[in-house]
Every structure is written in structure tokens, then in C-alpha cells.
């Protein structure tokens, strides 16, 4: 055997045993899959993968691999079935350990499908949630094989902020409004859907807590907006990324258009409660933190994987504030020091571009 034929034999056996090893390795890690109703395209999708690698940085032993239904870019049944389709044979040809779902879609398309077992000797897959609007009893019933965190938006907080607004304008000049209404409008989606009955259950004195309107289309939107302005005294939005450019169109894109219109043509103060609402171009927004969505839903997940039994539900405690200065100044509203404080530490303060 020549030099050379003996230096490719032996990097050939070398390279077998690192496969090998590699193979090893992983069918001895556990397995999460990590799946979610939009795409990375979605900076809430984005900053909620953020806060699960954070917690994975030190993590050894667990392979995760990450899914994306991105439901927000398509809105057709046809897509929706293909998309689903396409994530159950995902978890059917992963069969992870723990199956870590995000945003209210995936867990009617894909949780359902899963958690329970087969009640013939084959267990359901244990279950996390992270971004959850709705009842996780409307999607799991009691069952005890599911637990994560819920996204609940701090209405106090919100109402809070948005009588400020209102103080803030009598301050300027303008005349004191002695029975404030405040009305919230967005998408159809599934989320704000599911969300409604949270918003409506607060007490939201001394504000009356006007009927919230959900809009398909553009210029259902406008609309909206404008009525809005006609009806209440504030404004409160969220999720419009799935409104339609005609009914049965498409989505409009960019969907930031609808939240820069309302801010241009709005005659009253608007209050964002989503992660993209200021940077899209509303004057103050307040949002649940993605991060934590992220962090917490994954700590679960590894839990799990060391045999704790679930947690149930927990509600979301973090929130972030998020300022549009250029907004702000058109409006000749001046916020509280300690929001801007926290919206520029945070990174959430916007001098330009929204």
C-alpha cells in the first residue's frame, strides 16, 4: 500500500467515525421543534427566536429545529391547508420530544392534532405555547399534557397611558373632554379574534369602552379610522397585517401602510398595543415582550425534557413601551420622561423612518 492510498484510507475511517458520532450524538439528544403561526419576516417572530436562543446558548444535548406556518404573508384557505399539511409531516417525520408551538393559529392547526395520543397505547406529544390570545381550554380542553405562557396585553396600563395623552392635550390648550370613549380597531385575524374578550375585560373607567371593530380590506380600515375619530376620543390598534386590499385580495403589503395612513388621517390620538405599531408609525405603543414569550416557552420545553411535570398557563408580566418621536411631534404630544427613558433603553425609540 502506497503512502498516499494509506493517508486516504485513514481519512476515510476518520471521517466514518466523526458521522458517526455526529449520528450518535443526535439520536441520543432530545428533540424540540419549534413551530410558528408567521415568519421571520415578522420582527415578533424574530425577537420571540431571540429569547429562545438566548436560554439554548449554554444548552447541550437538545437538538431544536424551527418551522414557520407564515400565515400573516397568506391568507387563502388553499394555503392554509397546505401549510398545515406540510407541518404535520413535519412533526410526524420529527417526532420530537417536545413540540413548541407559537401564536394562536398553530395550535388549532397543528396542537390539536397532537397532544392527545392516539388512545391506543401511543402518547400525545408534550406541548408548549407561547403567544397564546385565546383560552388554552378552547384548545386542549383540561388536558394536562400542555402548559406555556400567554400573550396578555396590560390594559390598565394601555388606559393608563392613553388618559395621559388626554391630559396632555388639555395641557396644550385643547378643551378638557369630561366622558372620554376609546374604541379599538383591527384586523380579522385569529389573535385579535381570540384577544377581544381580554380587551373588553377590564375596567376602563373613566373612558366607556366603545364596541371594537374588526376590517377586512383597506378601505374598510379607513373607514374605520375615520369613524373612529368621529365616535371616540381615543384609538387603540394592533395587529392589521392581515387586512386585504379587496375582499378575497391580497394581503396588503407593506402592511405598515395601514398604521401610517391611520396616523396621517386619524383626528384622534391613536395607541398602539403591538410590537410593530410605533416602528410602523404610531406615536406610543405598548407591547407584550416577545423575548420573554420566547425564553419562558423554551425553559418549559427543557424542563419537560428533564421529566418536571407541566406548568400550566402563565400570563405574560413584561411589557415594552415604544415611542415614533416624528409622531409624536406632529401631534405636539410630550409623554411622561419615564416612557421615553424605558423606550430608548429598550431600543424602541424611533427618530426616523417610522
Excluded at 415578533?44 to 447541550?60: M, P, S, T
Excluded at 377586512?216 to 387603540?236: M, N, S
Aim: proline share 5%; charged share 20%; glycine share 8%.
Amino acid at each position: 500500500m502506497t503512502r498516499n492510498t494509506l493517508r486516504i484510507a485513514l481519512m476515510l475511517v476518520f471521517m466514518a467515525l466523526f458521522l458517526a458520532l455526529i449520528y450518535v450524538e443526535k439520536t441520543r439528544a432530545k428533540h424540540v421543534l419549534i413551530i410558528h403561526s408567521y415568519n421571520t419576516d415578522y420582527s415578533w417572530v424574530e425577537a420571540i427566536n431571540e429569547g429562545i436562543e438566548r436560554v439554548l446558548e449554554d444548552q447541550r444535548g437538545v437538538f431544536t429545529r424551527y418551522h414557520y406556518l407564515d400565515l400573516k404573508n397568506h391568507g387563502g384557505e388553499d394555503f392554509r391547508r397546505t401549510a398545515t399539511q406540510l407541518a404535520i409531516r413535519v412533526v410526524e417525520e420529527t417526532q420530537p420530544d417536545v413540540l413548541v408551538l407559537f401564536d394562536d393559529a398553530a395550535q388549532v392547526l397543528v396542537g390539536q392534532r397532537f397532544y392527545e395520543g392516539d388512545g391506543e397505547g401511543t402518547p400525545g406529544i408534550k406541548v408548549v405555547y407561547g403567544g397564546v390570545n385565546g383560552d388554552p381550554a378552547s384548545y386542549y380542553g383540561d388536558s394536562n399534557n400542555v402548559s406555556g405562557i400567554l400573550e396578555r396585553k396590560p390594559m390598565a396600563v394601555i388606559r393608563d397611558i392613553a388618559l395621559t395623552i388626554l391630559h396632555e392635550q388639555v395641557a396644550q390648550g385643547e378643551a378638557p373632554i369630561t366622558d372620554p370613549k376609546i374604541v379599538f380597531i383591527g384586523d380579522t385575524s385569529d389573535s385579535i379574534t381570540a384577544d377581544l374578550p381580554h380587551y373588553s375585560s377590564i375596567d376602563w373607567a373613566p373612558f366607556e369602552w366603545l364596541e371594537p371593530v374588526q376590517v377586512g380590506t383597506f378601505d374598510d380600515w379607513k373607514e374605520a379610522v375615520q369613524r373612529g375619530g368621529e365616535e371616540a376620543d381615543v384609538i387603540l390598534v394592533t395587529n392589521y397585517q392581515q387586512i386585504r386590499e379587496t375582499p378575497g385580495g391580497p394581503f396588503i403589503r407593506p402592511a405598515s401602510q395601514a398604521m401610517k395612513w391611520a396616523d396621517a388621517n386619524a383626528t384622534v390620538p391613536i395607541v398602539g398595543m403591538g410590537w410593530t405599531n410605533s416602528e410602523d408609525g404610531a406615536m406610543l405603543s405598548v407591547s407584550v415582550s416577545p423575548y420573554e414569550q420566547g425564553e419562558v416557552a423554551i425553559r418549559e420545553a427543557l424542563a419537560l425534557l428533564e421529566g418536571a411535570e407541566p406548568m400550566g398557563a402563565i400570563t405574560s408580566k413584561q411589557f415594552l413601551v415604544h415611542i415614533c418621536h416624528p409622531a409624536l411631534a406632529r401631534r405636539g404630544v410630550t409623554v411622561p420622561f419615564i416612557h421615553e427613558a424605558f423606550a430608548r433603553a429598550t431600543g424602541n425609540y424611533y427618530t426616523e423612518g417610522c
